[in-house]
């Protein structure tokens, strides 16, 4: 019995054993097939070579915008396809090149997908030529071609939209901005003023705002103006360094200047309000707000400066929210090198902080224009997505230009300088920011086409799309209600009416003494020397009562205590929308 024990005991001892070493050797086959698949994979991507590993960096998993294939050695591999991630468009990008080389057809490719991933969208349509992202393309054999070169399911396609225009020059619902609502940055910008300049006209903003003195329109600040430099206003700046006649003459001049361009149409009421860009169509797809500009594009600076003004009243008003999966609106800036040409130093500070921080509120901010030293440094370091179009080096500006930009590309498979001035229409140099925030291996890529018109609509098409918009019956009629110019004009009319009215009586007092005195003088010389004693006593007291008892100076009361709450401004100097 016990040796029957025994040998039980020793058995399921051998079987244990024998268990242990199976399943180490399971274990040990796992780790080899493993290893075996890691070496594969590894085979395979050096296999596939630099293309390989540069489309892995384009294989994101959630929601991204389709750019086109990868070029590689001369060849389109349309199974490398080069994306960018939807939850990174917030990130801000440049889009960049030569004229002609395709920038505005790869605008209205990414807006048509953002579009259709239900973010609304902004872009201003400086030629005239991206108004047919609202209708349907025209198939061709072109597009066919692009089509099959780059694995596109190519079907014409139309976004909603709405068509907007600078104070209603041009076809276009209007926008309309105060003067108190633009700030003194953005105008001393438009007005083209120095720094000292600057500084000045926002003495003049300070004052209108503390005293609740709405500058609607430009003859609002050119009465303000006018009136500061008074003999009756020029002591209500005395306190913080005043405004002298020579600095008020300069701005005076260029309202002047300003106002024949034309720019008198932008400002005034009813105000445009921003947060209509952020609107989405019944089906759920984003509205694309075009700004239509043919109108005004030999005024590059104003509608440039006009353009920052809508980035920076949404800063003001949008709620901060983090990062989401998709952002709240894409800001496309077209013809960027104009609004930082000739900037003042508070302008461009003002531009970094709001493109720094307008992140975090859900907007994403695309800058459009020939070459990244077109950007300032610090605004370039803010843009975390790039598509670089063909760039020319047939000076040696441009060569420079090209060499600059090949430096702020991170390392890359490509001679990028050679590549660069090699691209075709329709083909960029691209590297963004994949879904972890790390920037993607830089890819050539050829691009697909845009599924919406690439052109132009009728312009019947258009005026009927304008006229037909809810929003062109809220902001067609412009509104001139009472402001700075109305009261002060009245109050300088009521002061000169005042000033006549004493003048006149003064006048008639006068008449009759002297009647009097001529009388006088007849009854006896005597009462004559009376007169005459009372007449020097009565002058002064008559000017003391016309001039000095404060009807010269009422104007400057009257103003000084205007009804109206301070005006707080934003951090680019822009009033705060009160809703």
């Not at 591999?77 to 004229?99: F, K, Y």
């Not at 600078?166 to 619902?173: A, D, N, Q, R, S």
């Not at 030293?373 to 500006?397: E, I, M, S, Y």
């Not at 050539?444 to 052109?455: D, E, I, V």
Request: overall charge negative; some cysteine; aromatic content about 6%.
């Amino acid at each position: 019995m016990s040796e029957s024990t025994d040998a039980a005991a020793a058995a399921a001892d051998e079987a244990d054993e024998a268990s242990k070493t199976d399943k180490v050797n399971q274990a040990d086959a796992a780790d080899s097939a493993d290893a075996a698949d890691t070496a594969d994979a590894a085979d395979t991507a050096h296999a596939a070579g630099p293309a390989g590993q540069i489309a892995a960096g384009y294989a994101f998993t959630g929601p991204a915008l389709d750019l086109g294939a990868l070029l590689w050695d001369g060849a389109c591999l349309p199974d490398r396809q080069i994306r960018i991630p939807l939850s990174m468009l917030n990130r801000h990008g440049l889009v960049a090149g030569a004229t002609g080389t395709g920038k505005t057809k790869t605008l209205q490719l990414i807006a048509e997908q953002l579009s259709a991933n239900g973010v609304p969208v902004f872009l201003a349509d400086i030629k005239g030529d991206v108004s047919g992202i609202t209708a349907p393309g025209v198939p061709g054999e072109r597009i066919d071609q692009r089509a099959r070169e780059v694995a596109q399911s190519w079907e014409p396609t139309k976004c909603p939209g709405e068509f907007y225009s600078l104070g209603g020059i041009g076809p276009g619902i209007p926008v309309r901005s105060t003067v108190t609502a633009f700030g003194p940055v953005l105008m001393s910008k438009v007005l083209q003023l120095n720094q000292t300049q600057e500084q000045s006209l926002g003495l003049i903003f300070h004052y209108a705002d503390t005293k609740g003195l709405e500058l609607i329109d430009l003859k609002d600040l050119r009465a303000v103006v006018a009136f500061l430099v008074s003999d009756q206003g020029k002591s209500e700046l005395k306190g913080i360094g005043g405004l002298s006649t020579v600095t008020a003459g300069v701005i005076l001049r260029a309202l002047t200047a300003f106002e024949a361009q034309g720019a008198a149409e932008f400002f005034g009421e009813p105000e445009f309000d921003t947060s209509e860009l952020l609107r989405t169509a019944a089906d759920g797809r984003g509205v694309v707000s075009v700004l239509e500009l043919p109108a005004v594009q030999d005024k590059p600076q104003l509608f440039s400066t006009f353009l920052m003004w809508l980035l920076a009243d949404l800063y003001n008003d949008l709620p901060e929210v983090g990062d989401l999966d998709r952002p709240k609106l894409v800001f496309f800036f077209d013809e960027a090198h104009l609004l930082f040409s000739g900037a003042s130093k508070a302008f461009l500070q003002s531009v970094t902080r709001t493109v720094r921080l307008i992140r975090s509120k859900g907007v994403g901010v695309f800058f459009v224009t020939q070459t990244p030293k077109d950007v300032p440094a610090d605004v370039l370091a803010q843009l975390g997505n790039r598509v670089q179009h063909a760039l020319r080096a047939f000076t040696p500006d441009d060569a420079k230009a090209l060499k600059a930009t090949v430096k702020t590309f991170p390392h890359s498979a490509y001679d990028l300088e050679e590549l660069l001035t090699a691209l075709g229409t329709g083909e960029a140099v691209v590297t963004v920011l994949s879904e972890n925030g790390a920037p993607t291996p830089v890819a050539a890529t050829r691009l697909r086409a845009p599924q919406s018109l690439m052109g132009p609509v009728p312009a019947a098409d258009l005026d009927r799309a304008v006229k037909s918009s809810l929003l062109w019956s809220r902001y067609a009629e412009p509104v001139d209600r009472e402001s700075a110019y109305e009261r002060i004009s009245a109050e300088q009319a009521a002061a000169e009416a005042r000033a006549e009215a004493a003048a006149a009586e003064a006048e008639a007092e006068k008449q009759a003494r002297a009647a009097e005195k001529e009388t006088a003088r007849g009854a006896g010389r005597g009462a004559a020397r009376g007169a005459g004693r009372g007449a020097p006593k009565e002058d002064p007291s008559l000017v003391e009562q016309v001039v000095g008892s404060g009807l010269f100076r009422s104007l400057a009361r009257s103003v000084g205590t205007q009804l109206g709450r301070e005006i707080s401004r934003s951090v680019f100097g822009t009033a705060r929308r009160r809703r």
